[in-house]
């Protein structure tokens, strides 16, 4: 059975759609149907809104610290869908009483790119913390490496996602994936220092 919702490392994600403008070599999903305590992420169909807070109400959302937009697809190409979710989960269980204190995004970062607009201020007040895929040192090796459909311009507009992010996001980090070269890692890591977010290796 698919799972739109899923306990991942003691953390609570949400699987809303299986669409991706990438094809990355790295992908778990082409190695795996499912993670944490779901057999399979791939989804028999686009769970509506209603569906994914019906299937949120099964679960103890007070008791997990965070919850992650994060699944077997890109979670803005449902952006509408993602923050009507994120609101409702603020207003219902983020409470002074509840342990739940943050809503992180993990994305690839071509939201704007997906949606055909300016999409970061749609954050604001909705998302706390969001994670983004640098993933590579240019974007030729970006493009070899995740094949977007959007060609050699998505590497530059995960950058110009990123610094517009930061006016709307409380908590910006980057990260990259540990198959890249210790070469490319360090020059994503300082591609982020100068970017003034958070840099992991996944």
């Known amino acids: 059975m698919s799972a739109t919702v899923y306990d991942f490392g003691g953390g609570l994600y949400l699987n809303i759609t299986n669409k991706c403008p990438c094809a990355c070599h790295f992908c778990i999903r082409n190695f795996t149907?499912?993670?944490?305590?779901?057999?399979?992420?791939?989804?028999?169909?686009?769970?509506?809104?209603?569906e994914v807070l019906e299937e949120l109400e099964k679960w103890p959302v007070t008791k997990y610290d965070e919850l992650v937009f994060c699944g077997y697809g890109e979670p803005t190409e449902r952006l509408d869908a993602l923050i009507e979710i994120a609101k409702f989960v603020r207003a219902k269980y983020m409470g002074k009483d509840s342990r739940l204190k943050t809503i992180r995004l993990n994305t690839n970062g071509?939201?704007?790119?997906?949606?055909?607009?300016?999409?970061?201020?749609?954050?604001?007040?909705?998302?706390?913390?969001?994670?983004?895929?640098?993933?590579?040192?240019d974007a030729e090796k970006y493009y070899e490496l995740c094949e977007p459909v959007f060609g050699l311009k998505s590497y530059d507009a995960i950058f110009d996602y990123i610094r517009d992010v930061k006016q709307y996001v409380p908590h910006v980090a980057s990260s990259v994936v540990g198959v890249i070269s210790s070469q490319s890692i360090e020059i994503c890591r300082k591609k982020a220092q100068e970017l003034g977010i958070d840099f992991r290796v996944r």
Not at 34 to 46: K, N, P, V, W
């Open 33 to 50: 149907d499912g993670l944490g305590d779901a057999d399979s992420l791939f989804l028999d169909h686009e769970p509506s809104v209603k």
């Open 110 to 137: 071509l939201a704007d790119l997906i949606n055909g607009k300016p999409t970061a201020h749609m954050l604001e007040g909705v998302i706390d913390s969001i994670s983004i895929s640098m993933n590579e040192a």
